[in-house]
C-alpha cells in the first residue's frame, strides 16, 4: 500500500483526543499517528485525509493550511448510533510542485476505493476534485460529479487550471470519463452568461440556491446519482462562518449545508466526498465546528444506506408507463423506500456512453408532472446528453 505520502495526524490533536469521553467520536476512529504509523484498513467503511493543497488558489498568497482545530472539533463530536470503522489517516502535504499533490492524492485515492473505503477529504483549493476524478480512471467507465458551489467551476480549459476553473481540464482532458456533473446552489451573478449557456448546451445540470432552500429534497435524486461529490464552502453564507471564510452575505445556512452533506452520504452511488476553500485559523471560529458537523452528517447518511435499486426482481419495486406524445416514460419505484426511478433507453444508432438501459433518480414530483403530460427536465437532459 503506498501510503507513504501521508503526513499524521498531529500530537497537540491527539493529545486533545485523550481528554475527551470515552463516548467520543475521537475514541471511535482508528487515526494516522507517529507513534503507531498507519492504522490497520481492513474492516474500514470511511477514511478521513487532510489535503495540504491551495497553491492553485486564485487568491493565493502564501497561507499554509492546518487541518487541528476541524479534527478537535470533529473528535469531540458523538456518534449516531452508527456501524461502520472510520479512520483518520492524516494529511498529505503540499508536494514540491502541484503535480506532485495530484499524484499524491489519485494514488492514495484509487487504493481507497479498491478497499471499496469511501475518501473524505479536506481540502486545500477545490482544484483538488481534479485529482480526485482522476483516480477513477481505472475504476469506472464513466462518472458523475456534483458540485455543492456558488460557481459553475467551468473557466477557460485553455489556461492554466485554478480552482475556478477545474472542471473546463476535466471536460477537455482525456480519458473523457465524465457524463454528468451537476452544480447545487449556484448564484447567476457569479457565473459568466457563457458559462451559464455552456451548461445547457453540455446538457449538464445547475440548480440555484433559492430552488435549493426552497426544496432542499430536489438534492436527494441528484446525490443518488453522484460517484464524487465536492463541497465548496463559498456555497455557505457569511453569517455561518469565521472571519476569514466569509464570501458572500447570500448561499447555504448551517442546517442547509448538513441536510444536503446527509443527502450525499445516504447515495448508494457516492464514493469520495470532499470539503474545499478552508482558510486555516487558530482562533476560536464556527468554520471548523461547520466542517466538523458537515462530516458527522455525511457520515450519518452512509450509516442509513438502504440497497433499493435491485431492479432483477420485481418484486423490489412497482413499474410505471406513462405516454407523453409520442414517448413512453417508464418509471419504477422501491417497494423498499419508496424512492423513485425513470428509465433512459438505450439508443442503438447512436455512438452514446451507455451501453444498456439506465435508470435516472428522480423524484414522486416528476412522475405526477410526466402524468400531466410534462417531460422531466432531468431525464431529458439525460437522454439528449446519451444522444450525442
Not at 469565521?242 to 441536510?259: H, L, T
Amino acid at each position: 500500500m503506498n501510503f507513504n505520502f501521508l503526513s499524521p495526524v498531529s500530537d497537540a490533536v491527539l493529545a486533545h483526543n485523550e481528554l475527551l469521553s470515552q463516548q467520543a467520536l475521537g475514541k471511535k476512529i482508528q487515526i494516522h499517528s507517529s507513534q503507531n504509523g498507519i492504522p490497520n484498513l481492513d474492516g474500514v467503511s470511511l477514511a478521513i485525509i487532510g489535503v495540504k493543497e491551495n497553491r492553485n488558489d486564485v487568491n493565493y498568497i502564501g497561507e499554509e493550511l492546518n487541518f487541528d482545530v476541524i479534527r478537535t472539533s470533529l473528535y469531540a463530536l458523538f456518534p449516531g448510533n452508527w456501524n461502520t470503522n472510520i479512520a483518520d489517516l492524516g494529511d498529505i502535504p503540499a508536494g514540491s510542485s502541484i503535480e506532485d499533490t495530484y499524484y499524491a492524492i489519485r494514488t492514495i485515492i484509487s487504493v481507497l476505493l479498491e478497499k471499496k473505503i469511501i475518501p473524505i477529504i479536506i481540502g486545500g483549493s477545490q482544484d483538488i476534485t481534479y485529482a480526485n476524478y482522476r483516480a477513477y480512471d481505472t475504476m469506472a467507465p464513466m462518472v458523475n460529479i456534483v458540485n455543492v458551489d456558488s460557481n459553475f467551476d467551468l473557466g477557460d480549459a485553455s489556461v492554466e487550471m485554478k480552482n475556478n476553473s477545474f472542471l473546463g481540464k476535466i471536460i477537455i482532458e482525456q480519458p473523457y470519463n465524465l457524463f454528468n456533473y451537476s452544480v447545487i446552489g449556484y448564484q447567476t451573478y457569479f457565473n459568466s452568461q457563457e458559462e451559464i449557456d455552456l451548461m445547457e448546451k453540455l446538457y449538464f445540470e445547475a440548480y440555484r440556491l433559492g430552488e435549493v432552500t426552497h426544496h432542499i429534497n430536489k438534492v436527494e435524486p441528484v446525490m443518488r446519482d453522484a460517484h464524487i461529490v465536492t463541497m465548496d464552502l463559498k456555497a455557505v453564507r457569511a453569517a455561518e462562518v469565521g472571519v476569514k471564510q466569509k464570501f458572500s452575505p447570500n448561499g447555504f445556512d448551517g442546517k442547509e449545508i448538513c441536510a444536503i452533506s446527509r443527502y450525499a452520504g445516504i447515495s448508494n452511488k457516492v464514493s469520495s466526498f470532499g470539503i474545499y476553500e478552508y482558510k486555516s485559523t487558530n482562533e476560536l471560529d464556527a468554520t471548523p465546528m461547520l466542517i466538523a458537523q458537515i462530516i458527522w452528517y455525511f457520515i450519518e447518511g452512509v450509516n442509513c444506506r438502504v440497497s433499493d435499486d435491485d431492479f432483477s426482481d420485481s418484486s423490489n419495486h412497482q413499474k410505471y408507463n406513462v405516454l407523453i406524445e409520442d414517448d413512453e416514460l417508464i418509471f419504477y419505484k422501491s417497494t423498499k423506500t419508496g424512492r423513485w426511478w425513470i428509465e433512459i433507453p438505450f439508443l442503438p444508432n447512436v455512438n452514446n456512453k451507455l451501453k444498456k438501459h439506465t435508470l435516472l433518480p428522480c423524484t414522486h414530483d416528476d412522475y405526477v408532472e410526466a402524468s400531466q403530460g410534462k417531460i422531466p427536465e432531468r431525464w431529458y437532459k439525460a437522454y439528449r446528453k446519451n444522444s450525442f
